[in-house]
RNA sequence: CGGAGUGUAGCGCAGUUUGGUAGCGUACCUGGUUUGGGACCAGGUGGUCGAAGGUUCGAAUCCCUCCACUCCGACCA
């Protein structure tokens, strides 16, 4: 392609929006356009890379025995009522009615279309097990979408969903998925792990999540420093605890005025934060429950969920009615249940609210006082490794795929059975599978950048080489050159840009290097005048002079 | 959902306090000089100042309503 026939609207400055690297350089470099919050247009560079990636994702697939197929991203209500997520989805599923009123919604996921086909299509045991994936757009109304295409509200993905006879099937099929995720990925050349992970509202019983590990990543990542222990923090399971002192200090009342935040209670005090046991009231579907954690722990919503089901944090009104002192609430006298974290269980002398304006109890113990001890918490770095060795790094992580063993959890809500070898009807076991195209778009930027712009892998750059002629439009002598160089590219079947336009050199190596084009060549009378071009790789600052007459084996040398 | 902030040319911003002809940089167009890392000179195109309403002789600016976008928080008791 040239240059002048292209549309690459690269930008010097990105828009005061966009917010972390890989959505400023996406703007920047030309390959996305914002329509409206959590909607973009892909332009033409950005869809190479697009189809780029989704190719590795097609060849590793159909390597892997999956078969493509395409549902509509419009469904009709009857399929999530049948399931049972058209009430559990909540205000991410965008749901709306059509001319004759009947229910429909933008489908965030495929797992009710695909039991549905698959229950209509599959009817022996002897068709199993199959696996059907698509690459699609999915719609989810998302509370926040932010940091460009990596949360937003429509994107792309692959989903993959895998029907078994039973759960040893089911679990042949995730190893092998888990296999062929991590072939894309290291194809994609990014620096991922597999970790263990919430299953969330996929449901069913065992998840992993693949996490690119970078700074802007929204999930923590807990890894052991000893072992290959690798966990999403939601998942951090922390057993009960056994005591190792003896209380020994005698509970005293202290003024601690105005003084309410774990923080400025641990200042005041002069000592540290772990030393403090903090309150949390939330509000649950059976009334009230104070939590209780240690002063440095954060509470985990993912397992006080899965607790309590559906909480919120009580308002300052509600904590006001149930006649507590907001900042100085504590473990004793509560008139509502009270569940304690593992780790707050056997600390001795510690501190925590009075229950009175204005005043905290040092010394405190748990003795006489009726709770439930549970695992509530967040893990923090330092942690013991729950699989006992060693102790837990936290690390940033982009998730960018997740594969789950579902289960039966879908076929049973829609009947989705095959008539099994005996002769009677059975229950088809689910797996299902997920990438996020668009986001691994992004994803490989945040790991593969530098002040000048991108540095894309060979494998997902827009092209492979990029000509830079120097006076195009001036030197009859570079023209002819560039034109040839070219054309044997394009002979060859290498993917290669010419600058073509009317820009001075500082201009184009700006453009090439921001778009992240990993080889260029460049051409111009000096060079010429030796029968040479000079070559440059965009990883590496190092030019080398060439002869023109060896220019397209060694770029094809370089693209093996 | 709460809290904060921002909407002025494709992008980045000033102007709003104190109402009085719509500005700057960049990008884009024309001409010229330049030509190996985002050149220079001259001229030019482009904006119903987010939208509607109000106050006023006069509104980007003051008042009201709405909309959009961004950030922070969903960590605290």
């Keep these: 392609m040239k240059s002048s026939q292209a549309l690459i609207p690269t ?32 332009l033409p560079m950005g869809l190479k890379i697009l189809q780029k990636i989704e190719k590795i994702i097609r060849e590793e697939m159909n390597n892997s025995n999956a078969q493509e197929v395409l549902m509509p991203i419009t469904q009709p209500a009857k399929l999530w009522k049948e399931s049972g ?165 005698s509970e005293e009342k202290v003024l601690t005025k105005n003084i309410t935040s774990i923080e400025d209670v641990a200042q005041f005090l002069k000592v540290e934060q772990k030393q403090c046991v903090k309150i949390l009231i939330i509000k649950t579907t059976n009334g009230y429950k104070a939590l209780a954690l240690r002063g440095d722990h954060a509470l985990n919503e993912i397992k006080t969920q899965n607790l309590f089901g559906n909480f919120e944090f009580a308002s300052d009104k509600e904590i006001k009615s149930l006649d507590l002192k907001k900042g100085f609430i504590g473990v004793k006298d509560l008139s509502i249940n009270l569940i304690v974290d593992y780790s707050a269980e056997v600390m001795v002398d510690f501190i925590c609210g009075a229950n009175h304006w204005d005043h905290h109890l040092t010394g405190v113990n748990w003795d006489g006082i009726k709770f439930e001890a549970v695992d509530l918490r967040n893990a923090i770095e330092g942690d013991a490794s729950p699989d006992g060795k060693g102790k837990l790094v936290i690390k940033r992580g982009i998730e960018v795929g997740h594969i789950f063993q579902l289960g039966d959890k879908y076929s049973k809500a829609m009947n989705a059975n095959v008539i099994g070898e005996s002769g009677k009807a059975m229950m088809m076991i689910m797996g299902c599978y997920g990438i996020g195209v668009t986001r691994v778009v992004a994803a490989i930027i945040e790991q593969n950048y530098d002040n000048r712009g991108i540095i894309f892998p060979v494998n997902v750059a827009p092209f492979s080489v990029v000509i830079v002629p120097i006076n195009y439009n001036k030197s009859t002598r570079v023209k002819g050159l560039a ?78």
Excluded at 30 to 39: E, Y
């Design 11 to 42: 930008q010097k400055e990105a828009p005061n929006d966009a917010q972390i690297i890989s959505h400023q350089l996406m703007i920047r470099a030309g390959l996305i356009s914002k329509l409206a919050s959590g909607l973009y247009s892909y």
């Design 85 to 249: 997520r058209w009430d559990e989805y909540g205000a991410e599923l965008l749901r709306f009615n059509d001319r004759h009123n009947r229910e429909f919604c933008l489908g965030p996921t495929h797992e009710e279309v695909i039991t549905n086909l698959a229950s209509q299509y599959i009817n022996s045991y002897k068709q199993l097990p199959m696996n059907f994936y698509q690459i699609q757009t999915k719609f989810r109304d998302e509370v926040r979408p932010r940091f460009g295409v990596m949360r937003s509200r429509e994107f792309i993905m692959k989903d993959a969903y895998s029907f078994h006879l039973d759960k040893d099937s089911m679990r042949v099929e995730f190893e092998k998925m888990h296999a062929t995720y991590c072939r894309i990925f290291e194809r994609l050349g990014l620096n991922y792990r597999p970790v263990l992970a919430d299953s969330g509202s996929i449901g069913g019983e065992s998840s992993i999540e693949f996490h690119v590990l970078a700074e802007s990543g929204e999930d923590d990542i807990c890894f052991s420093d000893e072992s290959d222990y690798a966990v999403n923090i939601e998942k951090v399971a922390f057993s009960k605890q056994v005591k190792t002192n003896d209380a020994s200090a």
């Design 483 to 560: 034109d040839v160089l070219y054309q044997q590219c394009l002979d060859s079947d290498i993917e290669v840009l010419l600058d073509d336009r009317k820009e001075r050199a500082g201009i184009m190596f700006a453009d090439s290097d921001l778009l992240g084009i990993p080889h260029r060549i460049v051409l111009s009378d000096t060079h010429a005048d030796n029968g040479n071009v000079e070559y440059k790789a965009r990883n590496n600052p190092e030019k080398l002079e060439i002869k023109f007459d060896n220019a397209l084996a060694f770029i094809q040398s370089k693209l093996i």
